[in-house]
């Protein structure tokens, strides 16, 4: 993958791209760019935003500054290229999605700051609008963090065992369901105890026991029980 993330704080990223997985990928033949907009932008002193038509509090984003970076990067080669605009009133984020967008050969995510990005961006340079959650962060950057973070770990030599990310929480593995609960050593601690099935050497209703947890996850979902 090709992966390009667009924002006025490449600092932001320079812990994300020394996370293991995001090496991995790296390793394996995949590309991460951090492009700063303030090093395209068409206005002086490094200008990308602007006060809002109408009025109102707070700058908006220029959506001649955003179109003259992916024309930095692209040129006019946008063609299939999946374009991101990280937005608080965009798609939901969620597994169906990092996976759909994890199978894109080449994928830009683009975060904006202040209180917006001119509406003509959405309508016109992107091909997705994504939401990390019904909240306002000050910025897309760690939108755009977390959308790279659950969509790179799923490209292959992401993680260090090629099924740790096939049967995990929402995965179709699971029916769409959170992940079964873990345990480790020691057996008991302060008198709690793991499951007895899960020391029983019974692989078959190991299994079993954990769809069913993990079902009986999905039915609690949203209440964090
Ligand atoms: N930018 C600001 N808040 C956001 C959110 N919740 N999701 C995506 N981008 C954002």
Redesign the pocket.
């Known amino acids: 993958m090709r992966l390009d993330i667009f924002t006025l704080f490449p600092q932001w990223f320079e812990w994300f791209e020394t996370q293991r997985h995001v090496r991995n990928v790296v390793a394996a033949g995949s590309q991460v760019r951090f492009l700063d907009y303030r090093e395209t932008t068409p206005l002086g002193a490094g200008q990308v935003d602007d006060s809002p038509y109408g009025g109102g509090a707070g700058m908006v984003m220029r959506v001649d500054v955003i179109d003259a970076a992916l024309q930095a990067a692209y040129g006019d080669a946008r063609g299939g290229r999946r374009i991101v605009l990280?937005?608080?009133s965009?798609r939901m984020f969620d597994d169906e999605l990092a996976t759909e967008l994890a199978a894109e050969p080449d994928l830009t995510l683009l975060s904006?700051r202040y209180e917006g990005v001119d509406e003509r961006v959405r309508d016109h340079l992107v091909t997705d609008s994504?939401?990390?959650?019904?909240?306002?962060?000050?910025?897309?950057e760690l939108?755009a963090m977390v959308v790279a973070d659950a969509v790179l770990r799923k490209l292959p030599g992401a993680l260090g065992h090629a099924e740790s990310a096939l049967e995990e929480s929402f995965s179709s593995a699971l029916d769409g369901h959170p992940e079964y609960p873990h345990y480790t050593r020691p057996p008991t601690y302060r008198g709690w105890s793991i499951p007895e099935v899960l020391v029983s050497g019974d692989h078959e209703r190991v299994r079993q026991w954990r769809r069913e947890r993990s079902r009986e996850r999905g039915a609690g979902e949203g209440t964090g029980a």
Do not use: D, H, K, Q
Not at 130 to 140: D, H, K, P, Q
């Open positions: 990280l937005t608080p965009g904006g994504v939401s990390i959650g019904r909240y306002v962060l000050a910025g897309g939108a």
